[in-house]
Each structure stands twice: as structure tokens, then as C-alpha cells.
Nanobody, 117 residues
Framework: VQLQASGGGLVQAGGSLRLSCAAS????????MNWFRQAPGKEREFVAA????????YYADSVKGRFTISRDNAKNTVYLQMNSLKPEDTAVYYC???????????WGQGTQVTVSS
């Protein structure tokens, strides 16, 4: 499975961005798609996840109510709509595919999100 993340950029606080992660390869066995982020000097942290077949969604408390994860099964793409962005959301955002639910098996290359105050 190959993952290609895109959509990052520079935005002012309060603004919005939509990230995309396009999957290719053996995507039919994907259990869930996830977004993580890593800010400078910090550990990578979970942001959101979506179950590929059921569509169930999960969020970190820090983004709940502001971010929305969704997927387009036909396009093998997962999205992260980010609203009301804050400077603390600044990070490199990564998408990751879970094939069994027990691990994060494949990772995209990351896309930079910078929120200015």
C-alpha cells in the first residue's frame, strides 16, 4: 500500500485546510486510515481515524469538534478537514493505514501545516 498525503500549507489562526491521503496498491484489505502529526521537538501524536468499511470515526481530544475525518471508498482517499486552526496545530501531518487494527502498517510522506497567530 502506498500513501500520498497532500493539502498542507500556511494559514492564519482561525482558518481552515483540508488534507488528503490517496492510497494505492492492496487497499481492499485496509482496516482503518489514520492521521497523525508531529510538531518540532515533540513526539508523533494521534489525530484522527476512520474505519474503512464501517466509517466509524475517532478523534484526539485536542481536535474534537474542529477536525473531521472522512473517506471516499471509490477514490481510496481519506480526508482531514481542519477548521478553527490554532498555532498549536502546526506540525507535519502523516496518514497511516492499519491493515488489521493492531498496528500502523503503512505511512505517507507527511505534509506540513503551519498556522500563524
Amino acid at each position: 500500500v502506498q500513501l500520498q498525503a497532500s493539502g498542507g500549507g500556511l494559514v492564519q489562526a482561525g482558518g481552515s485546510l483540508r488534507l488528503s491521503c490517496a492510497a494505492s496498491g492492496r487497499t481492499f484489505s485496509t482496516y482503518a486510515m489514520n492521521w497523525f502529526r508531529q510538531a518540532p521537538g515533540k513526539e508523533r501524536e494521534f489525530v484522527a481515524a476512520v474505519r474503512w468499511s464501517a466509517g466509524s470515526t475517532y478523534y484526539a481530544d485536542s481536535v474534537k469538534g474542529r477536525f473531521t475525518i472522512s473517506r471516499d471508498n471509490a477514490k481510496n482517499t481519506v480526508y482531514l478537514q481542519m477548521n478553527s486552526l490554532k498555532p498549536e496545530d502546526t506540525a507535519v501531518y502523516y496518514c497511516a493505514a492499519s491493515m488489521s487494527g493492531a498496528d500502523y502498517d503503512y505511512w505517507g510522506q507527511g505534509t506540513q501545516v503551519t498556522v500563524s497567530s
